[in-house]
């Protein structure tokens, strides 16, 4: 072989070692791409992003279109670390549980090491994968203690290339993305490594003397679709590098290149499309190259593509994505040809001036951390409405109680909108809340029905939060006692959790995975009104009442407090306040006992029904009656007898956070609520 001057630089052995490279991989990517597609899957992420500076950019670039076109799974973000690092708060967002895919050569650029920082700072439960050819880099070494998972890949050393332009870590690291997160690749990883690097081999027989061929321009243009744009963006970067900024050059989508972009076209510009394996999308590259050729004469373009009258012909290897690397490569040898005609060191094109390997010196501010997470809960009740303040934790910070004005609508909402202000001012600032009260909450309307506030009719969250001019959210304080209890309370570390409030009244709420079950019209949990079976009635001569919502022979009659002191007083005459008759039993009194075990095989009966509704794993029992001794315990033993044979019995508990519980989960549902994205 002859040897032609540009053999002489680094960057044309690292532009042929390409292939070897890859197959160096190919022996052990099948194991490790099988071990992050599986981590994964385990940590269900909402994004991932591919993060790198410049050339490291361009790899998310061409990454990202082709995999969101891929079903299922989490959506996909190029997201550059010199964006990032400018503008944090673009990107940080709460309750968001992403996969940051780091990419770094030298793996030591003051962007990478400014985002490492801002992660571990601000995002600590973020999961990373930094890939790097570098092992002895920042990257390669982040230890960093967070909460978050960390997976490290480090490839072969000969990929840090030593010259001033990224070839073989670009190609290798793109690669390698490509066999983690690509679930439907043309073939397994292992053989798609091998297929590329046949491709390259053949491909660079002769490509230094044949592209040697091709004229230098002034203006150089790369063109491509869907993830070929970011290939083009990368090509654009490798010629404008090595030349040192003697051709300019430009990039864009073939079809965006129409709008505006081709006004950098002149007779002296060379046009390159990156066509694509797609025939479809191919149609409208050779549409752009041969308007290019009409209007600029057919010198002015030149197409890379694997079709057989491309004009520089690459090997198929499935699809663009995985085939973007050898339209690449003709790219990054043109510019080492360009910039040795040019008379330049194409090692290091700016003399070490100006621009250098490995950015450095970029100074890096550190971003405050937010104030303080604070959620603010209103509870409304008949006689009292109380505004508390909590930490990011959930515990308590500041309570302030003021009366129900029950003489208008008009005075309810100036009170809780002045609760509202309360809030605000002792946080310091506008905090996500909502608002807990008794009564149904239509979902769809938010219109409200309650029995002892002059709210019903009223969409009740929209008038406030059109006074405080953001969204505040407003359920009841079952669903809200429910909501805490399953979140932390007594109901932590199960599924599906049904908080049962027995108390003036009989409700609940209903929570899987943590949240509540809203329902057509916001009925689950309202079990106070499922009817006593007839059986029970016969059985323990009951009396059928009309219950406070129209119908007769709600539970809500004789199970909650005021219906356990109407059992009283069917049975005896006289009636006897919940207090006073569990008191009685306690003590052996037999009429007292005996209308403690009504109570409870109604309420087991109840419990039956919502495990034939719902099936909770645990019911947590508050409100002033779940205070009743042993009554978690009691009920659980008198529920064995009521339950279907051979169905398991769910963990009964009493609330964690008693009376408190209702405000503590508005809180949780204003910080879900400030969450959803």
Not at 72 to 85: E, K, L, N, P
Not at 415 to 433: C, D, K, S
Request: aromatic fraction near 6%; hydrophobic fraction near 40%; glycine fraction near 12%.
């Amino acid at each position: 072989m002859v040897t032609q001057p540009f053999d002489q630089w680094m960057t044309t052995a690292e532009i042929r070692q390409q292939p070897g490279v890859w197959r160096k991989l190919a022996a052990t990517i099948d194991g490790t791409a099988a071990g992050v597609r599986d981590w994964l899957i385990a940590r269900d992420h909402d994004e991932i992003w591919f993060c790198g500076a410049g050339t490291s950019a361009f790899i998310g670039e061409t990454l990202v279109p082709y995999l969101n076109g891929i079903e299922g799974g989490a959506r996909f973000r190029a997201v550059a670390t010199t964006d990032f690092v400018s503008t944090p708060r673009r990107y940080l967002r709460r309750g968001l549980r992403p996969l940051i895919v780091s990419f770094g050569r030298s793996g030591n650029s003051s962007e990478t090491v400014g985002m490492l920082d801002l992660i571990n700072k601000h995002a600590p439960h973020a999961d990373k994968l930094n890939i790097t050819c570098n092992g002895e880099s920042a990257l390669a070494n982040d230890l960093a203690t967070v909460t978050g998972e960390l997976r490290t890949i480090i490839l072969p050393p000969e990929t840090n290339d030593r010259g001033f332009a990224m070839t073989s870590s670009y190609s290798s690291m793109l690669l390698t993305a490509l066999a983690c997160f690509d679930s439907c690749p043309p073939a397994p990883a292992g053989q798609m490594f091998g297929r590329v690097a046949d491709g390259l081999d053949r491909f660079l027989g002769d490509a230094f003397d044949r592209l040697n061929a091709v004229q230098r321009p002034p203006r150089a243009i790369f063109l491509g679709s869907g993830p070929l744009t970011g290939s083009a963006r990368e090509c654009a970067l490798k010629v404008l590098e090595l030349a040192a900024g003697r051709i300019v050059t430009a990039w864009d989508s073939t079809l965006g290149f129409r709008h505006g972009p081709k006004a950098v076209v002149d007779q002296d510009t060379l046009v390159f499309v990156l066509e694509s394996s797609d025939p479809y999308t191919r149609q409208y590259d050779r549409d752009l190259a041969a308007e290019i050729g009409r209007q600029f004469g057919p010198q002015s373009i030149l197409t890379i593509g694997d079709a057989g009258d491309a004009d520089i012909r690459v090997a198929n290897v499935g699809n663009d994505a995985w085939g973007s690397v050898l339209r690449v490569v003709v790219a990054q040898i043109l510019a080492v040809l360009w910039s040795d005609q040019l008379g330049m060191n194409v090692d290091d094109p700016f003399a070490g001036r100006n621009l250098s390997r490995v950015v450095t010196g970029v100074t890096l501010y550190d971003l405050p951390l937010p104030l303080a997470e604070t959620y603010g809960s209103i509870d409304v009740g008949g006689t009292k409405i109380e505004a508390a303040l909590f930490d990011s934790e959930l515990e308590p910070l500041a309570k302030h109680r003021i009366e129900t004005p029950n003489d208008s609508y008009d005075a309810l909402v100036a009170a809780i909108v002045g609760q509202a202000r309360w809030l605000e001012e002792n946080a310091g600032a506008t905090m996500p809340m909502a608002i807990g009260l008794p009564g149904l909450i239509d979902p769809q309307t938010g219109r409200s029905v309650t029995s002892n506030l002059p709210a019903t009719g009223h969409a009740l969250s929209n008038d406030i939060s059109e006074q405080l001019g953001r969204k505040i959210p407003v359920e009841n304080d079952c669903k809200t006692f429910a909501l805490s209890e399953a979140n932390g309370g007594a109901g932590a570390g199960f599924r599906t959790v049904f908080g049962l409030i027995l108390g003036t009244g009989v409700g609940g709420g209903v929570c899987i995975d943590g949240k509540l079950q809203a329902g057509l019209n916001g009925l689950p949990g309202e079990v106070g009104h499922f009817g006593i079976p007839g059986h029970l009635v016969v059985e323990y001569g009951l009396p059928v009442l009309r219950c406070g919502c129209g119908r007769m022979g709600c539970y809500e009659t004789l199970v909650s407090g005021a219906g356990l002191s109407r059992l009283a007083e069917h049975f005896s005459g006289k009636p006897a306040p919940a207090a006073e008759i569990m008191a009685g039993a306690a003590k052996g009194d037999t009429g007292m006992g005996r209308l403690r075990e009504i109570w409870l095989h109604l309420l087991a009966e109840l419990v039956l029904t919502i495990q034939l509704t719902v099936d909770p794993d645990c019911v947590v029992l508050g409100g002033g009656l779940s205070k009743i001794d042993g009554v978690d315990r009691d009920l659980g033993t008198v529920f064995e007898a009521h339950k279907l044979h051979h169905v398991r019995s769910p963990a009964f508990r009493i609330a964690r956070y008693g009376d408190a519980s209702g405000g503590r989960g508005a809180a949780i549902l204003a910080k879900q609520a400030s969450m959803v994205i």
